[in-house]
């Protein structure tokens, strides 16, 4: 079962919990008012669920507070990891536009859209390239190909970290005492 999906079953037990024992206590409150009969075996009966619920719910609130904790790592780690990516792709960046200043400096051809990359980068660093190239204008010129790849132009389809958490495959299991469906005293 993925993240997400664990999260709305648990979510929707939490909520069945939460109202079978508002339930519970209600009848408890409306025989304590006298509003209906019960015999003093159907009170202890309804004492023992309600004591029962309301354990299962304590277990099933603890749970869950653990299982948005596991979330959130998740969520963080996958986060970290989109930002190093990102920091990475940066960096290679900056590495290819100082390799084209430097090409261009030394009065070598690259190609038009290395130019207009480095141009786009930092057009400081792209005029100091064009100045030193016309110093450097009677030496030999090297011809270069181009640094980006057409696959380094493609936009990323990433998702957000909670949509890579929810989509994750879930180790946490909600325990099988807090998602039982009968909750009257045994």
Not at 74 to 85: F, G, M, T
Request: aromatic share 6%; glycine share 2%; net charge negative.
């Amino acid at each position: 079962m993925k993240i997400g999906e664990a999260s709305r079953v648990y979510s929707a037990q939490m909520n069945k919990l939460n109202s079978q024992k508002n339930l519970l206590k209600a009848q408890k409150k409306a025989y304590e008012k006298g509003e209906i009969k019960m015999t003093e075996e159907q009170a202890d009966k309804l004492a023992k669920s309600i004591d029962r619920i309301e354990l299962q719910y304590q277990k099933a609130s603890e749970f869950m507070e653990g299982f948005g904790t596991y979330k959130e790592l998740l969520r963080n780690a996958e986060s970290a990891k989109q930002q190093r990516d990102a920091m990475a792709e940066k960096a290679e960046e900056d590495a290819k536009c100082i390799e084209i200043m430097r090409r261009i400096a030394h009065g070598d051809k690259v190609p038009p859209y290395d130019e207009q990359k480095l141009l786009d980068y930092n057009a400081e660093m792209y005029q100091m390239a064009k100045n030193m190239a016309l110093l450097a204008e009677n030496e030999k010129r090297k011809e270069h190909d181009s640094l980006w790849d057409e696959d380094d132009e493609k936009p990323a389809n990433e998702m957000s970290p909670d949509e890579v958490v929810d989509n994750t495959e879930c180790s946490m299991v909600m325990p099988a005492e807090i998602m039982a469906e009968d909750f009257s005293a045994e």
